[in-house]
């Protein structure tokens, strides 16, 4: 990782353009592989209910042990 201070020395006189057109590099390079995956994940829409199904079902079992104990420091249990 570049730290604030070599970014600041590397761009320091040169044009904003320059900057923003490695930036733009940067943050493309960043997003693909999350691209990649969504675009795989599109592919297998089986898959994709299956993940949101099972965390719908963990969901509520948490959310269920959450009230039940608020509702318990409440006093209404």
Same mark, same amino acid.
């Given at each position: #990782?570049?730290?604030?201070?070599?970014?600041? &020395? &590397?761009?320091?006189?040169k044009s904003y353009v320059e900057f923003k057109n490695d930036l733009? =590099?940067?943050?493309?390079?960043?997003?693909?592989?999350?691209?990649?995956?969504?675009? =795989?994940?599109?592919?297998? !829409?089986?898959?994709?209910?299956?993940?949101?199904?099972?965390?719908?079902?963990?969901? &509520?079992?948490?959310?269920?042990?959450?009230?039940?104990?608020?509702?318990?420091? #409440?006093? !209404? !249990?």
């Amino acid at each position: #990782m570049v730290s604030i201070k070599e970014i600041e &020395k &590397k761009y320091g006189g040169k044009s904003y353009v320059e900057f923003k057109n490695d930036l733009a =590099e940067v943050v493309v390079n960043f997003l693909q592989p999350f691209q990649e995956k969504r675009k =795989e994940l599109e592919n297998d !829409l089986t898959y994709v209910e299956d993940v949101l199904t099972e965390s719908e079902e963990k969901a &509520k079992i948490i959310a269920s042990r959450t009230l039940t104990e608020v509702k318990q420091k #409440m006093g !209404l !249990l």
